[in-house]
């Protein structure tokens, strides 16, 4: 499985951007993807979660009201709308796709086993 990122980008305090992370390969594989981010000297944390076929979502809770994770399953792509962004979420972020069947949603880096290149987003202030 491949994951390419897109939508990275500038943006102020308060704006939206829209990530998208599309899947290639054996993507009939992939029970969840999601996306994680990292700053600089911080361990890669998460950030949200799709389970892709029922469409089963989880989020961080710093995230919480103000993204929204959703997925096409028809072009194997995840999307990660960012609203009232924060200076705070300035982060690398990453798409991961997990192959693991769990109860709950896999939040851990450890249970993902495909990742993407990763997109600067910036928030200013």
């Known amino acids: 499985v491949q994951l390419v990122e897109s939508g990275g980008g500038l943006v102020q305090t308060g704006g939206s951007l829209r990530l998208a992370c599309a899947a290639s390969?054996?993507?009939?594989?992939?029970?969840?993807m999601g996306w994680f981010r990292q700053t600089p000297g911080e361990e890669r944390e998460f950030v949200a979660a799709?389970?892709?076929?029922?469409?089963?979502?989880a989020y961080a809770e710093s995230v919480k009201g103000r993204f929204t994770i959703s997925r096409n399953n028809a072009i194997s792509t995840a999307y990660l709308q960012m609203n009232s962004l924060r200076p705070e979420d300035t982060a690398v972020y990453y798409c991961?796709?997990?192959?693991?069947?769990?109860?709950?949603?896999?939040?851990?880096?450890?249970?993902?086993?495909?990742w993407g290149q990763g997109t600067q987003v910036t928030v200013s202030s």
């Open positions: 991961a796709a997990s192959p693991y069947a769990r109860a709950d949603i896999v939040q851990r880096t450890r249970d993902y086993a495909h």
């Open positions: 799709v389970r892709m076929v029922r469409g089963t979502t």
């Open positions: 390969g054996y993507t009939e594989s992939i029970v969840t």
